[in-house]
Nanobody, 116 residues
């Protein structure tokens, strides 16, 4: 079965940047277009929290903690959603997950570690 795959995580110093990617292989293009796609993150010992959402109309919403630093975007032709993360700080550390809303599918997560 095709899976949701995240990539782009890693370790950076505070102030650095990372770009995460999320793609589901073999997804029909119309299904991708119909999905609202979100990024969540889970820090050690904390609950999973919503970070950003890309709607089917192309609009975006963000958690207050990342506004002005993170940018979510989607390339419908590549069936990929991106999360550009700038000005990272240690509080951004965690496992980042991609979620397809319409089909309720999660990726396996990608680790982001920000050191001070």
């Amino acid at each position: 079965q095709a899976q949701v795959v995240e990539s782009g995580g890693g370790s950076v110093q505070a102030g650095g940047s990372l770009r995460l990617s999320c793609r589901k292989s073999r997804m029909i293009l119309s299904t991708f277009w119909a999905n609202e796609v979100s990024w969540y993150r889970q820090a050690p010992g904390k609950q999973r929290e919503l970070v950003a959402t890309s709607t089917t109309s192309g609009s975006a919403s963000y958690a207050d903690s990342v506004k002005g630093r993170f940018t979510i975007s989607r390339d419908n032709n590549k069936k990929t959603v991106y999360l550009q993360m700038d000005s990272l700080n240690p509080e951004d550390t965690g496992v980042y997950y991609c979620h397809f809303g319409l089909t309720n599918e999660w990726g396996q997560g990608t680790q982001v570690t920000v050191s001070s």
